[in-house]
Nanobody, 128 residues
Framework: QVQLVESGGGQVQAGGPLRLSCAASGRLLSYHCMAWFRQASGKEREFVAS????????YYGDSVKGRFTIFRDSAKSTVYLQMNTLKPEDTADYYC?????????????????????WGQGTQVTVSS
């Protein structure tokens, strides 16, 4: 069983940075993939970025490439999302998720239905 707790959300001016953290309790194993998703009001949950626990391979959604960076601290069982050059359209609730990479699952999957565990979310508001 894995439990995920996000932190670091808040309000920030457009163009500014913000870093989100996701602390995992329970054992994260080499076959886990961690990801960040976001959901704006009235919209579908959107893939943001993912990282494999083994190897640290990353994958990003098109809307955040070049601005956001996902990375992990294995010793702390924590995944981070560094968000730079924030835009008002980045405003959303951000969720951390963990997936078992089953044989049928591609590494770094952007499909939210592949993820087994979810955090409670943290709100990010970007003002113009």
């Amino acid at each position: 069983q894995v439990q995920l707790v996000e932190s670091g959300g808040g309000q920030v001016q457009a163009g500014g940075p913000l870093r989100l953290s996701c602390a995992a309790s329970g054992r994260l194993l080499s076959y886990h993939c961690m990801a960040w998703f976001r959901q704006a009001s009235g919209k579908e949950r959107e893939f943001v970025a993912s990282i494999t626990w083994n190897g640290g391979y990353t994958y990003y959604g098109d809307s955040v490439k070049g601005r956001f960076t996902i990375f992990r601290d294995s010793a702390k069982s924590t995944v981070y999302l560094q968000m730079n050059t924030l835009k008002p359209e980045d405003t959303a609730d951000y969720y951390c998720a963990a997936a078992f990479l089953r044989p049928s699952t591609i590494a770094n999957t952007p499909n939210r239905y592949d993820y087994d565990y979810w955090g409670q979310g943290t709100q990010v508001t970007v003002s113009s």
